[in-house]
């Protein structure tokens, strides 16, 4: 099946700083990516989709600014989360489409962020 | 937009009895119903899913069935094993633009 890989998988970092998170398809090419949010005991809150080539189309209320998404090939989108505030700290996952008619998605593992 | 509504949000079962989680949908032109199996702290996993031209689907123990007209959706889990239990996600996908939207979640306890 098809494998999607993030990294990191857990990172801490101060508050005032920035992490990128990678997401990877593995062996197959993924037209779309997106990106996810999921606080604890809650649902995936999509942030943003992500077309190779092209600008990301991010959801309402999400500062495009604060999360910048890059998706410079079809196995690699990445997310950053700029200026982290303690409120960033949640858990971020992307999935991979390979595009189609009705295209599944594939998870990756998630990213765990605690900004302290 | 899309819009997604689960239920219940948690579930206990007794081993060996049947789950049922019900979603409700908002946008007509949805037309791939997923359903994931999230385990604490791990990636969503694909267990079933249903396009719109099929009323039912069956994979074991695990049948979804969709419902268009009244843009109702549901997971039912027969022979229940407590290794099922987990969070379960719904989630509905309109064409085009393959954007997945998710219901809240239900947190399934199977106990033993």
């Known amino acids: 099946g098809a494998v999607v890989s993030q990294h990191p998988s857990r990172v801490i970092c101060k508050s005032g700083t920035s992490v990128k998170i990678e997401c990877r398809s593995l062996?197959?090419?993924?037209?779309?990516m997106f990106w996810y949010r999921q606080f604890p005991k809650q649902s995936l809150m999509l942030m943003a989709t992500?077309?190779?080539?092209?600008?990301?189309?991010?959801e309402q209320g999400v500062e495009k600014d604060k999360f910048l998404i890059n998706h410079a090939s079809l196995t690699l989108s990445t997310l950053t989360v700029t200026s982290a505030h303690p409120e960033d700290s949640s858990f971020y996952i992307c999935?991979?489409?390979?595009?189609?008619?009705?295209?599944?998605?594939?998870f990756g593992p998630g990213t765990r962020l605690l900004v302290l | 937009g899309e819009n997604v509504e689960q239920h219940p949000s948690t579930l206990s079962v007794q081993e060996g009895d049947s789950a049922v989680i019900k979603c409700t949908y908002s946008?007509?032109?949805?037309?791939?119903f997923p359903w994931y199996k999230q385990e604490l702290g791990k990636r969503p996993q694909l267990i079933i899913d249903?396009?719109?031209?099929?009323g039912e689907k069956k994979d074991q123990r695990i049948a979804v069935t969709l419902n268009k007209t009244a843009k109702h959706f549901s997971l039912h889990i027969t022979e229940t094993q407590p290794e099922d239990s987990a969070v379960y996600f719904c989630?509905?996908?309109?064409?085009?633009?393959?954007?997945?939207?998710f219901g809240a979640g239900t947190r399934l306890f199977v106990k033993a």
């Open positions: 249903i396009r719109s031209n099929v």
């Open positions: 946008d007509s032109a949805s037309n791939y």
């Open positions: 062996d197959f090419q993924a037209t779309t």
């Open positions: 992500s077309n190779e080539g092209s600008k990301a189309t991010y």
């Open positions: 999935s991979a489409s390979s595009g189609g008619a009705a295209e599944t998605q594939y």
């Open positions: 989630a509905a996908q309109a064409p085009g633009g393959f954007k997945t939207i």
